[in-house]
């Protein structure tokens, strides 16, 4: 799949708009934000190497992934009996001494249309993650169960940050 999707552009625009403060108009915005109890060298790592997917129900291909700009990955989710992949690209890394984030656009086959952010930053002694996605459902079986998609997206942005966290 990932060789499949390589030169393949991602099925939204415009980059950026899960960014803190951009316009995502016409799409889904579900976001959430914790103070977490590590250090922020700890989060940084954890962040870069996808552990807000490391999840029983949740997982990114390759397990041995880390957050590179342009890198493709496929996130593995699992509702119920049924098991999704979909394939996405880093679009966006934010490097800084007090900041890491990277965002991801969703790929053709994935259920999904748009771009998620995560990050975490040194505000005022405090470690802050946080997770904002702009999403519309592309697949058809998730546009026939939008609701329950929704409540489904904010669980997962729930548990992010708890697996961030450790």
Avoid at 20 to 26: E, L, V
Wanted: positive net charge; glycine residues 8%; charged residues 25%.
């Amino acid at each position: 799949m990932l060789a499949g999707v390589a030169a393949r552009a991602v099925t939204y625009s415009p980059i950026g708009m899960s960014r803190p403060g951009a316009n995502a108009s016409g799409f889904h915005l579900e976001e959430h934000r914790a103070g977490l109890v590590l250090d922020f060298a700890t989060a940084r790592e954890r962040l870069a190497r996808f552990a807000t997917h490391a999840l029983p129900y949740l997982f990114v291909y390759p397990r041995d992934a880390r957050v590179v700009l342009r890198r493709d990955v496929v996130v593995c989710a699992r509702v119920g009996a049924v098991w999704s992949i979909n394939p996405c690209r880093v679009v966006l890394v934010e490097d800084t001494p007090d900041r890491f984030a990277y965002a991801y656009g969703t790929l053709p086959g994935h259920v999904e249309s748009g771009e998620e952010w995560f990050s975490v930053e040194r505000v005022g002694g405090r470690v802050v993650a946080e997770t904002r996605a702009c999403a519309r459902m592309a697949d058809l079986f998730a546009r026939l169960a939008t609701p329950i998609a929704r409540r489904v997206q904010r669980r997962v942005k729930v548990d992010y940050l708890r697996a961030l966290a450790g």
